[in-house]
Structure formats: structure tokens, C-alpha cells
């Protein structure tokens, strides 16, 4: 297979991020014919760093509908599963969030950085140390903080209680043995305690429903109380295809309010979806991470320590909101106005 130099120093950069030393054992984890490329590079990467490396390749098996996480190939294999806890790094290519065996492989101490998007946006979002810092921040303060709220011009007001569970960083690399990343990204999140969410959601034009890679272009007004959202309404389509989708999963669970954080990364582009040719490709990293964001979900739990494993997620980045920690403002209208967090200007 032919392999490109940008590609090679790319990964290499990446890896050395990763902290990537002599005898390390590095295990690549496709599915199927899924990210050869990518495998390929990453052991080249690792092979030149000096470490051991080789492709541990799963059969996706039974097709998942569109957008559903956490039901995954490792499912009942042991022998992957013991491989996998054995290694010093796992690259999963294969989509371990949201599962008990991504919880079990880094229980063992292994630090996986998880790489689901092409070439081009991983080069375009590639991560800093700087980057790494303000999301570091930005957990430090969430992990501190008892209340989090966001509210918009648009009628969002919103409330989380918080304390009860722990605050993920996402930065784009890992260094920590059981620590997770997700190369590219750029924001940290934690949940609202268990019944601790409580308000109203109202996304506008231009915020984003990932499930479906498109932008909400009619107003969708969310109730929430006790950590659930109880009604959807809006006078457009988007409020029937959110309602229609999380019903379809027939799993009352899907209305859990999910994951929270905000988007920290300026090389991330709201835009993406509407000027990339190849969105079948690419998945949603742009959208999640986009600077200013307030990353607004809905679904699983498992990944903060949760009980909820449904298969309906919907994550739902949201333009133009405001944000406090315990009364410190983070966000002013979709600008990050926190000195620690805010990317400094260089002209
Ligand atoms: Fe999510």
C-alpha cells in the first residue's frame, strides 16, 4: 500500500503527542476494509518511534442503523478483548464509545485515541499544546463547579446540577495510561447529575443535529425537567425528525438529557457540512468541537460512569448561547469570553 509522506509525518507528529516510546506495543483496530489507509499509516507512525505494532481486524458483522454507538464488533471476543487490554495503546478505528469493553480495555491502564475521519480534517483540526491546555481548563473548572447554565436569545434556559459524575477532556491525543482521546477534537463535558437537569432548549437555524449531518433550519423548543426532556414542539420539519428518529428506537431513554461541555478548538468550522463534498466520509468532529459551541446532547450516559446504554444518540451543537459555571461566565453569545479559555489573538 502506498504511503504518503504528509501522511507519515502527520501520524508520526501525532503519535509523538501521544508519547509513543521504545517498546511500547501499539495496536491498530479496524473493521473490515474500514480505514486501511489510516491503519497502515499509524504503523509506519509507530514502527518508526520504535514501538511494536500490528492491525488487530474485526468483522463489523450485523449493520448498524445510521448513527447508533456503543454495539460493536468486540462484543462477546474475548481473544480481541485480551489482546486489546494487553497493549499500551489501542488506535480504534472501529467506534469503541459508549461501550462496557472501551470502559474494560482502559480499566487495564490502556490509553486509546479513537480516529474516525479522513485525512483532511484530521490535518485540518490537528491538535496544540495549546489546545490541550484550554480543554484541560475547561475540565478543571466543570469538575469544580456545582451548576452550569446556558441560555440564548432564542429562549434557552437551562440548568445542570453537578457533581455527580466526571468531567471528559477531549484535546486530540493521549499521553496517560486508561486515558481516552479523540484526534481531532477540542471541548471537555461531563452530565448533569441523575434528575439534576431542568429548563428549555430552543435550537435555532444553524445549530446542528449530527445524527443526520445537517443544520436545524426551523426553531425546536425542548422542555426538560428532571433530567428528561417531556415535550418537543416547533412549527417546521426539524422538531418532527428529532421526535420521530428518538422515537424509533422505542427505548423511553432516548430522551435523557446526555453529555454537556463547550467547543474550544478555532480550527474547527461550524461550516463544514455545508461546504465539504465528501460528507458521507467525514463524521462530525467539526460540529462538535467548533469554538464557542455549547455541545447540548441527548442519550447514553455510559461514558461518564452512567447506567444509560441506549443506542439513541443525539448530539446537538448549538450556536450564539451564553454559559455560566457557578455564575462565571464562560460563553457570551457564542464567544469564548473567559480569559483562560479564550484563544489569544496574535495580531
Ligand atoms: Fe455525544
Keep these: 500500500m502506498k504511503l504518503e509522506a504528509e501522511v507519515l509525518d502527520l501520524f508520526t507528529e501525532e503519535l509523538k503527542l501521544c ?61 480481541a478483548m485480551t489482546t486489546l487490554k494487553s497493549a499500551d495503546m489501542v488506535i480504534d478505528m472501529v467506534g469503541l464509545l459508549f461501550s462496557r469493553e472501551q470502559a474494560e480495555i482502559q480499566a487495564a491502564g490502556v490509553r486509546i485515541l479513537r480516529v474516525m475521519e479522513p485525512f483532511h480534517i484530521l490535518k485540518q483540526m490537528f491538535p496544540t499544546e495549546d489546545l490541550r491546555r484550554r ?20 429562549g434557552t434556559d437551562v440548568t445542570y446540577e453537578l457533581g455527580q459524575y466526571p468531567v471528559i477532556s477531549e484535546y486530540g491525543y493521549t499521553y496517560e495510561p486508561g486515558r481516552w482521546d479523540h484526534f481531532p477534537s477540542g471541548f471537555a463535558f461531563t452530565q ?77 468550522r461550524w461550516y463544514q457540512f455545508a461546504a ?24 447514553p450516559n455510559l461514558e461518564v460512569g452512567g447506567t444509560n446504554d441506549t443506542a439513541c444518540h443525539l448530539d446537538l451543537p448549538m450556536r450564539h448561547c451564553s454559559l455560566w459555571l457557578d455564575g462565571e461566565q464562560i460563553l457570551d453569545k457564542g464567544d469564548v469570553v473567559h480569559p483562560a479559555m479564550r484563544v489569544a489573538r496574535t495580531s
Design 19 to 79: 508519547r509513543v516510546k521504545p517498546g511500547e506495543k501499539v495496536v491498530v483496530l479496524t473493521a473490515d476494509d474500514e480505514w486501511q489507509e489510516h491503519a497502515h499509516a499509524f504503523m509506519a507512525a509507530a514502527s518508526a518511534l520504535g514501538a511494536s505494532t500490528f492491525n488487530l481486524n474485526v468483522r463489523r458483522g450485523q449493520r448498524n442503523a445510521v448513527g447508533v454507538q456503543g454495539r460493536h464488533p468486540l462484543v462477546g471476543n474475548e481473544l
Design 135 to 154: 480543554v484541560e481548563y475547561a475540565k478543571s473548572m466543570m469538575e469544580k463547579a456545582r451548576e452550569l447554565r446556558f441560555t440564548s436569545e432564542a
Design 192 to 268: 448533569g447529575n441523575d434528575s439534576g437537569v431542568n429548563g428549555v432548549v430552543v435550537l435555532q437555524p444553524g445549530d446542528i443535529l449530527c445524527a443526520f449531518k445537517r443544520y436545524v433550519e426551523s426553531p425546536v423548543t425542548m422542555r426538560i425537567e428532571k433530567g428528561y426532556v417531556v415535550d418537543i414542539s416547533g412549527p417546521g420539519v426539524d422538531a418532527q425528525l428529532l421526535k420521530s428518529y428518538a422515537d424509533s428506537f422505542n427505548d423511553p431513554r432516548a430522551y435523557a438529557v446526555s453529555h454537556i461541555g463547550w467547543g474550544l478548538n478555532e480550527k474547527a
Design 276 to 299: 465539504t463534498r465528501e460528507l458521507p466520509r467525514e463524521h462530525v468532529m467539526n460540529a462538535l468541537s467548533f469554538y464557542g459551541n455549547v455541545l447540548f446532547s441527548l442519550g
